[in-house]
């Protein structure tokens, strides 16, 4: 008598738009079962028809559905779910879910909890990178956000430039840029409140402001013991409003010191946090000073994921999802370098005319590029309603070259031929970003798209 094969794997996947897409053919191709928990919106999208059933976990807007953790764990019992994959953003990086799943013998596709309350606090993730020797910049917790004097003197302490950033924040939110007290008093209670609607918390700190910086991150598997492997560096220092617009891989301009310090750095952190699966340990590296400063660990897949996995290769949520179900997660060893360049451009819903404003609306038609090296992550196709509720991120257009020119170049193609009617798309700058001499030489800072777009218009 001959035992009987282990059911599929029931995977909960507690996210929308492309990122649910992604996961759900990471599910498949492990040979599991995806089951999506969608809001009243997403119930009809096309990633809950791409899953194998749908869970409605609650109302449209974010805070009454993919924000409330006991109804994604209600969910993951419901739908028989040995294990449930957060994406990014929403609940991606909150200890209180993890909690949940664990009282269910549920796997939370992630790191361990204590690892979550560790880095998804701020500034106890400086302090763990200290403790880890990795180079931080000065900073400082906000006791009490109204507390103006205190809050002035702080400021003062570290010197402005600085930044105001949400200790539990994320996607650019809480984010402010101050030059002077009397901006630090009238800013820190708007960033506050905006963190307290976006993160469900309050909390600031203080951290010194480098001008001329690039944003350079690196991507970390950790098997839960001490175990890491580094899978390169990456490049995102086109941004707006602290919100990243393209990523490469590698990052251009690194020298092999350089490269070497920012993957040492990283991978004594992960070791420090004894980290479990996928994550991204992010820099700045100062193009005066040469130096490196510690961002922040984002403790999930992160959007920019797919430059990694196309310049070398891997597939990183499957490797997640095998490693959170006891699995070997079936990633190899790397080079430093990839063999490959790849850029990813993220095309949102907003109107780059118009001071980059959200719309949502039907998307009328939508012609995607085509060929070698092309890679799109998106649910749009014709006749998607973009719901208003949600991030404006669209697609994800990835493209893989044998070198950072050929990127560009085929990036720049790519978005000649992409169309997508009925709503308006940030399509027209990245033909911006694509044709700049800044760009094509691989030298932008993370303030350089304000400024250079602010230039363009100047000269319309």
Not at 30 to 58: W, Y
Not at 86 to 112: C, D, K, T, W
Not at 400 to 426: E, F, K, L, N, P
Request: net charge negative; aromatic share 6%.
């Amino acid at each position: 008598m001959t035992d009987s094969p282990d059911p599929a794997p029931i995977i909960l996947i507690a996210n929308r738009g492309e990122i649910a897409m992604r996961i759900i053919a990471a599910v498949r191709r492990i040979g599991g079962v995806p089951v999506l928990a969608a809001s009243a919106a997403d119930a009809e999208s096309p990633a809950a028809r791409a899953a194998d059933r749908v869970i409605v976990i609650g109302a449209a807007p974010a805070g009454q559905s993919y924000l409330k953790p006991e109804y994604v764990a209600q969910a993951a019992v419901q739908a028989g779910a040995v294990a449930v994959h957060p994406g990014y953003g929403f609940l991606s990086e909150q200890p209180r879910l993890a909690e949940l799943l664990e009282e269910e013998n549920i796997a939370f596709v992630g790191p361990r909890i204590e690892t979550l309350r560790a880095v998804g606090d701020k500034g106890s993730a400086r302090r763990v990178a200290i403790e880890a020797d990795v180079p931080v910049a000065a900073g400082a917790d906000i006791e009490d956000p109204n507390d103006s004097d205190a809050i002035v003197e702080m400021g003062r302490s570290i010197g402005y430039p600085l930044l105001i950033k949400a200790v539990h924040g994320g996607g650019g939110r809480g984010i402010r840029l101050v030059s002077s007290d009397e901006e630090l008093s009238t800013l820190v209670p708007q960033a506050a409140a905006e963190a307290e609607a976006a993160f469900g918390n309050g909390a600031l700190y203080l951290e010194r402001f480098y001008p001329a910086a690039r944003h350079v991150e690196v991507q970390v598997f950790g098997d839960g013991l001490g175990g890491v492997q580094i899978f390169g560096d990456r490049d995102c220092s086109v941004q707006r409003r602290h919100q990243k617009l393209i990523e490469e891989c590698p990052a251009p301009g690194l020298s092999e010191t350089r490269r070497e310090a920012l993957h040492d750095a990283s991978r004594s952190l992960v070791r420090a946090l004894r980290y479990r699966g996928a994550g991204t340990v992010e820099f700045l590296v100062d193009k005066e000073s040469d130096d490196i400063v510690f961002l922040e660990v984002n403790a999930r897949i992160q959007v920019e994921h797919c430059v990694t996995e196309e310049a070398f290769g891997v597939d990183l949520v499957a490797a997640q999802l095998r490693l959170a179900l006891g699995r070997d997660p079936e990633l190899p060893d790397v080079p430093p370098v990839p063999p490959a360049a790849v850029i990813e451009l993220r095309l949102n819903a907003e109107d780059p005319d118009a001071d980059f404003r959200p719309n949502a609306g039907t998307v009328t038609e939508v012609v995607w590029p085509r060929g070698p090296g092309v890679r799109i992550d998106t649910q749009i196709e014709r006749g998607y309603v973009f719901p208003p509720f949600y991030d404006s991120l669209m697609a994800k257009v990835i493209l893989r070259a044998h070198d950072r020119d050929a990127a560009v170049s085929a990036a720049r193609s790519a978005v000649s031929v992409i169309r997508v009617h009925g709503i308006q798309t940030t399509l027209p700058m990245h033909a911006f970003v694509l044709s700049h001499p800044d760009f094509i030489r691989g030298e932008v800072s993370t303030s350089w798209f304000t400024q250079a777009w602010a230039g363009r218009k100047d000269e319309q």
